[in-house]
């Protein structure tokens, strides 16, 4: 069973700080990963994507991928209040049959940004 | 670009009915897949389709069906709805199969 796993939270920063949320996932020949946010009442939306080992950064935004150790982290930095949210990583595993990848989602980790 | 539509928004059925709920893809998106989100319990993969074809399927039964057109517009149908079945039902499209997923916003189905 593939799995992605992360911390539920919820996990509490003051604004400004940087939030750091973490994602291990058990599938070594994943290629793909991702980090979507979903406010409260909405879809999740994707916000960052990342395909290969060290850091990938987008504005406040960084991502970094570990694959040897099965993880990839999301850090936020100068978090603000309207960082508040749902974070949800995703990871594209292989399936045994053909070349059918599948996305496997962890639960996510609730971020509250305190003013 | 008009992101992926969803339709109805909101619905509300009774034990034992049935409920086809329908998905418009980006334009040019050939890719669309299917989640139930509750609280607690995470996206749940319900299943994804791909030119028409299902590529690949969650672990629901049998009740939870889906097809895709050749618009590449997709519906999915939950037959004799229970009360567990309530939940956020969220369609993604994206230009290919396991790809980055963009969402719409979502039917919320309450079952009473």
């Known amino acids: 069973q593939k799995e992605v796993e992360q911390n539920s939270g919820p996990l509490s920063v003051p604004e400004g700080a940087i939030a750091s949320l973490n994602c291990t996932y058990s599938?070594?020949?994943?290629?793909?990963f991702f980090w979507y946010r979903q406010y409260s009442g909405k879809s999740p939306e994707l916000i960052m994507s990342i395909y290969s080992n060290g850091d990938k950064e987008d504005g406040r935004f960084t991502a970094q991928l570990n694959k040897a150790s099965q993880y990839v982290s999301l850090l936020i930095r100068d978090s603000q209040p309207s960082d508040s949210a749902t974070y949800l990583c995703?990871?594209?595993?292989?399936?045994?049959?053909?070349?059918?990848?599948?996305?496997?989602w962890g639960l996510g980790t609730s971020l509250a940004v305190n003013p | 670009k008009a992101g992926v539509t969803q339709t109805p928004r909101y619905l509300i059925k009774t034990r034992g009915q049935q409920v086809t709920l329908s998905c418009s893809p980006i334009s040019g998106h050939r890719s669309v897949s299917w989640y139930q989100q509750t609280p607690g319990q995470g996206l749940q993969f319900l299943f994804e389709y791909f030119s028409e074809t299902q590529r690949n399927k969650g672990n629901f039964p049998g009740r939870f069906s889906g097809r895709q057109f050749s618009n590449s517009r997709s519906e999915m149908n939950v037959s004799t709805l229970e009360l567990g079945d309530s939940a956020l039902y969220l369609c993604a499209s994206s230009l290919a199969a396991g790809e980055k997923l963009f969402f719409g916003s979502g039917t919320q189905l309450s079952v009473l």
């Open positions: 995703a990871v594209i595993a292989s399936l045994r049959s053909g070349n059918n990848r599948k996305l496997i």
């Open positions: 599938d070594r020949g994943s290629q793909s």
